[in-house]
């Protein structure tokens, strides 16, 4: 949950005033309530591992039981970690107490020190960092009877750089673009009024997505995938699909990992990437199929229209707010003036609103995107070992697969679902086995679509993938929606943007930005 994670600390880092703590003395109340919450969630992950280390050191046999239970409450704890925060800033005064603390004089005003913002969410970095040390032994004491010893494992210190390093980009990293941008309107005020300063603080953004798979390579210490057969597949494979990029990567995961992903808009700053699990695990058959996943994402465009997508509905967010707050500054009638006032005296928690608006957004709308686009890369991938016969019943070594991958044949289509189904196997995750209409069942369904809203549940993705194999389903039918959709998406972004600009007037909106 990365994504949700970016939104919570971005949320932490606004210039908020943030209440007091609940009793004074303030300051020792503070510093007692967020270091006494921090150290409760931390004894709770140490309880998980003591229990998942005995557990396996008792009884090896429990292991799939054990990291299931595991897995379950790690993911539990994490939202626990941030209610804890979310308490300590709102409730316990940590907030408070920072920008308090943190103040230093400039231009005769007192501000907020430089990057200050970053310590609201300390806590929140504190116990990241600790639940990293406590599971490390959990973690290691269930690979090993996961992989039956034959495995070596991360030293203590290689888990928490990959740990880092994974936060860094996912994380860390768009956070501290907020941060900078604040810093740089107290600092230098005049200079981020210019407009120089706002086409730059804009274009970093394409900046930073088109180069991003450059900065990838080393923070995430991914290698150029070794010359040998998968290798050798894979580029007859891309030959084959006619598909250009700069590097077939492999990251190092100690078998932690089973995926595989595409990145880079352009073919030569463009990388696939595989973790060591998945290329081991999977058969090359199979694996051909992943790749064809990852190649259709580039062959449709789907890079290119979640950056367009992204663009145009940031814009419309920030045009719409602004529009809000020029229709409510405005009016006239009586309740919009009661409004007014009532927006006046909750002053700085209105910049909450738009986050939560933003997050609300893109998991709803940018998910159904993602979904559909999934899928239609599904479709690539089946494709892509799918043979001219659309009745064929097996392929063999004599199999001709056609150039361009543009059939679909029914055994492509089962062979890319068993890959799906391995890869679900590999991490864990139940499938969905049907029976009784229960709420253990629905909650669970539910949060299944939660977790995956960006892919869809892997057992939803498998039983299309079988429907369709069996002549269910029409998957002409589907790419003529989906491009519908698209296009009727892209299209009311582009005209949302254009009425709220003419509303609201260009130069405020770009102000605003
Ligand atoms: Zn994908
Ligand atoms: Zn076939």
Known sequence: MPILLVFVLIAACLPVEWPLPPFAPERRVALALTGGSVALVLALAFTLRVWVVRTLRLDPARRYEVARTYNWWRRTLFFLNIGTVAACV?????????????????????????????????????????????????????????????????????????????????????????????????????????????????????????????????????????????????????????????????WHTHGAAINAFITGLVPRVRYVVFTDRILEDIPPDELDGVLGHEIGHAKHGHLWLYAVFLALSLSVLAALTLYLDQYVNTATSEELVRLRGWLVGAKTWMLLPPVVLIAAYLFVVFGALSRRCERQADLYGCKTISCANPACTEHDEKTVYPPGGNCLCPTGIRTFARA????????????????????????????????????GPISRRISYLLDLANGLVDERRFQRRLFAFKCVLMLSLAAALVALGEAVGWKDLFDAL
């Open 90 to 250: 709102l409730v316990f005064g940590w907030g408070w107490l920072v920008w308090r603390e943190t103040l230093v004089f400039w231009n005769d005003a007192a501000q907020m020190a430089p990057f200050a913002e970053l310590a609201v969410p300390l806590p929140y970095f504190v116990i990241l960092l600790g639940c990293w040390f406590i599971y490390y032994d959990a973690e290691r004491a269930l690979h090993r009877v996961l992989h039956l010893g034959d495995r070596p494992y991360w030293s203590r210190s290689a888990y928490l750089l990959h740990n880092l390093r994974q936060f860094a980009l996912l994380v860390a990293l768009p956070v501290v673009l907020i941060v900078t941008q604040q810093t740089l309107n107290r600092y230098a005020p005049e200079m981020s009024r210019t407009t120089l300063y706002k086409v730059a603080s804009l274009a970093v953004v394409p900046c930073i997505i088109l180069f991003m798979p450059l900065v990838m390579k080393p923070l995430l210490g991914l290698r150029s995938m070794p010359a040998g057969p998968t290798r050798d597949r894979f580029e007859a494979l891309a030959k084959r699909l006619n598909f250009r990029c700069a590097d077939f990567l492999l």
């Open 420 to 455: 799906l189904d391995r890869v679900r196997e590999l991490n864990g995750m139940e499938c969905d086995s049907g029976g009784r209409f229960t709420l253990r069942r629905v909650l669970r369904s539910v949060w299944g679509w939660v977790r995956a809203w960006q892919h």
